[in-house]
């Protein structure tokens, strides 16, 4: 049974440049929340996607975008990268409506802004 | 300031020893859970907290969750160099609906 798979597992981009990360949920998950852990820090929730929209979204500029596509996989775009962006980027998926809040997480992608 | 406060920031600590962190609040959650997290890796789920005063056990690990619904902690009996990663602290707040984590303890276990 696959879990979550995020991809790539690690890149490098310079300022300004934009990136695309990539997540498959765990199989019969339908919902896909994206999370931004600086070092040494906790995750902080980017925004969450459920039958292709976004449902929620933290406190992040409109540089993050993301999309849901109809088999659940989603991608998280950042543009006009800074180096603060740097960052490992976690993706989880849950079923929406379990009740449960449930995350499953990927291994993360780690991005290194130069 | 972080929603979840977790306390402490970082804790070492020999084979064998007790240990217990702590997450606060002055939010009211829905429910809160723990998560470890190893180097390399994402967060794993490892108990989720619903009712206020509730107490979990999973082996060696007991989590127990505040009367008020805003602070829990967790408390690891006889610590095993196993037992070496970032333990996370989570919630869904009472008004709101996506998760949100503390910034974590680092826990190191020494042989």
């Known amino acids: 049974d696959a879990g979550v798979t995020q991809s790539p597992t690690h890149l490098i981009k310079t300022r300004g440049q934009q990136v695309t990360l990539r997540c498959s949920p765990k199989s019969g998950h339908d919902t896909v929340s994206w999370y931004q852990q600086a070092l040494g820090q906790g995750p902080q929730f980017i925004f969450q996607y459920y039958e292709e929209e976004e449902r929620q979204r933290g406190n992040f500029p409109d540089r993050f975008s993301g999309h849901q596509f109809p088999n659940y996989s989603s991608e998280l775009n950042v543009n006009a990268l800074l180096l603060g962006d740097s960052a490992l980027y976690l993706c989880?998926?849950?079923?929406?409506?379990?009740?449960?809040?449930?995350?499953?997480f990927g291994a993360g992608s780690r991005l290194t802004v130069l | 300031t972080q929603l979840l406060e977790q306390s402490p920031q970082f804790l070492s600590i020999q084979e064998g020893e007790n240990l217990t962190v702590y997450c606060n609040s002055s939010?009211?959650?829905?429910?809160l859970q723990w998560y470890r997290q190893e180097p390399g890796e994402g967060p794993v789920l490892l108990v989720t907290v619903v009712t206020g005063g509730e107490v979990k056990k999973l082996k060696r690990l007991t989590f127990q969750f505040g009367d008020a619904r805003k602070d829990s902690s967790l408390h690891i009996t006889a610590a095993q160099p196993g037992d070496t990663g970032l333990y996370l602290c989570a919630g869904v707040p009472h008004n709101n609906n996506d998760m949100r984590f503390g910034a974590g303890t680092r826990l190191t276990v020494k042989p």
């Open positions: 989880a998926s849950s079923l929406f409506n379990s009740g449960a809040n449930v995350l499953t």
């Open positions: 939010s009211v959650f829905s429910s």
